[in-house]
T-cell receptor, first 112, second 113 residues
Framework: QKEVEQDPGPLSVPEGAIVSLNCTYS??????FMWYRQYSRKGPELLMY????GNKEDGRFTAQVDKSSKYISLFIRDSQPSDSATYLC????????????FGAGTRLFVKA | NAGVMQNPRHLVRRRGQEARLRCSPV?????VYWYRQLPEEGLKFMVY????????ESGMPKERFSAEFPKEGPSILRIQQVVRGDSAAYFC???????????FGPGTRLLVL
């Protein structure tokens, strides 16, 4: 069993839809949870960063962490074609430390 | 506003040759991380270096792979006697301090023929 599981998709939605991306994990030591966006042929860029359980909102993006269920989510409201990318969840037992474990990434397509 | 720079962006090697991948971190960052990404897979940690020191190389294959981050100049990931299975995208990230947010470069795509 992988430490972090993420559905690779692809996920295709119409412009304006609410997108829900999810990851599950098995290591209860994870404390920091991150979402990265990776455009084709580019490096990952950090989108959201959350500590422990709870919600965090940044513009159209909301990150949720449920440590009791070992489940994290990223919601994208009013999705745009420019949101089309691969979204990687990542987590670590300390502050974005070098033991960061990445999910395989979910490919998202937002159709105009 | 120079982020993490990696070169070359694409590298083609024949089996048995050496591959050298270079990474220049964000200015002022002294912590560098190397990751490998295979198609349909996540980023796999390889090695974490701080200037002139290897902090954690638990993700590095024991043979043929080495990394350095000298006092001056870029970090180098070196793969000797490449095999087809080494074909992947190799990403470098840097951070200002240990455990701080990592910023990624554009990656080097290695193709072994």
């Amino acid at each position: 069993q992988k430490e972090v599981e993420q559905d690779p998709g692809p996920l295709s939605v119409p412009e304006g839809a609410i997108v829900s991306l999810n990851c599950t994990y098995s290591n209860s030591a994870f404390q920091y949870f991150m979402w990265y966006r990776q455009y084709s042929r580019k490096g990952p860029e950090l989108l959201m960063y959350t500590y422990s359980s709870g919600n965090k909102e940044d513009g159209r993006f909301t990150a949720q962490v449920d440590k009791s269920s070992k489940y994290i989510s990223l919601f994208i409201r009013d999705s745009q074609p420019s949101d089309s990318a691969t979204y990687l969840c990542a987590m670590s037992p300390n502050t974005g430390g070098f033991k960061t474990i990445f999910g395989a990434g979910t490919r998202l397509f937002v159709k105009a | 506003n120079a982020g993490v720079m990696q070169n070359p962006r694409h590298l083609v090697r024949r089996r048995g040759q050496e591959a050298r991948l270079r990474c220049s971190p964000v200015k002022g960052h002294s912590h560098v991380y190397w990751y490998r990404q295979l198609p349909e897979e996540g980023l796999k940690f390889m090695v974490y270096l701080q200037k002139e020191n290897i902090i954690d190389e638990s993700g590095m294959p024991k043979e043929r792979f080495s990394a350095e981050f000298p006092k001056e100049g870029p970090s180098i990931l070196r793969i000797q006697q490449v095999v087809r299975g080494d074909s992947a995208a190799y990403f470098c990230a840097s951070s200002l301090g240990a455990g701080e947010t990592q910023y990624f470069g554009p990656g080097t795509r290695l193709l072994v023929l």
